[in-house]
């Protein structure tokens, strides 16, 4: 079955420099949503699409923004990168109505 | 806001029951997920419970008690495989919210 795919899977920057996360949802999904998980920590829910619009918003720095596509793929970009940014991005997606969400296998950010 | 509390850490045996429990905070309250993540992996959804009772999937139960903002994760029949971080997740009017997880070690 087709899973969520993100790219790149590793990604290394300097600090002020940018950075573009590409998500691609399961097929027929329609909402997709974003978490950073720093090392040891719970995913934190950063931003969710549904239909292409942002739907809901967590704690996503201004430095941060994203958006959903015609073809409902995701881009997160994030701007004057700082050392903190450092970790793990998660893309998941799922059927509006429904609470399961499937998870991508990240996007592993490295800021140095 | 959204706030959830779980063990941090919880070891038991290879062929055991272990239950893991989460009590939440939230404003606003559509449901409790529970999600299993290895080191390293991407986490994976386990269940969901929007209404007071039990869900049993396999060797997995979540349970739900909406009047005590309480939840837990049934693990039964411990397979060494098992060992990761469970998390749970309340849906509220602030979205999602995970909790800082609880790492199973399951032994021999």
């Known amino acids: 079955a087709a899973g969520v795919i993100q790219s790149p899977r590793h990604l290394i920057k300097e600090k002020r420099e940018t950075a573009t996360l590409k998500c691609y949802p399961i097929?027929?999904?329609?909402?997709v949503y974003w978490y950073q998980q720093g090392p040891g920590q719970d995913p934190q829910f950063l931003i969710s699409?549904?239909?292409?619009?942002?739907?809901d918003k967590g704690s996503i720095p201004d430095r941060f923004s994203a958006q959903q596509f015609s073809d409902y793929h995701s881009e997160l970009n994030m701007s004057s990168l700082e050392l903190g940014d450092s970790a793990l991005y998660f893309c998941a997606s799922s059927s509006r109505h429904v609470s399961e969400q499937y998870f991508g296998p990240g996007t592993r950010l490295t800021v140095t | 806001g959204q706030s959830l509390e779980q063990p941090s850490e919880v070891t038991a045996v290879e062929g055991a029951i272990v239950q893991i429990n989460c009590t939440y905070q939230?404003?606003?309250?559509?449901?409790l997920s529970w999600y299993q993540q290895h080191d390293g992996g991407a986490p994976t959804f386990l269940s969901y419970?929007?209404?007071?009772g039990l869900e049993e999937t396999g060797r997995f139960s979540s349970f739900l008690s909406r009047s005590d903002s309480y939840g837990y994760l049934l693990l039964q029949e411990l397979q060494m495989k098992d060992s990761a971080s469970y998390f749970c997740a309340v849906w509220g009017y602030q979205k999602v919210t995970f909790g800082t997880g609880t790492k199973l070690q399951v032994i021999p």
């Open positions: 419970n929007a209404l007071d």
């Open positions: 699409f549904y239909e292409k619009m942002q739907s």
């Open positions: 939230t404003s606003g309250f559509y449901g």
């Open positions: 097929p027929r999904h329609d909402t």
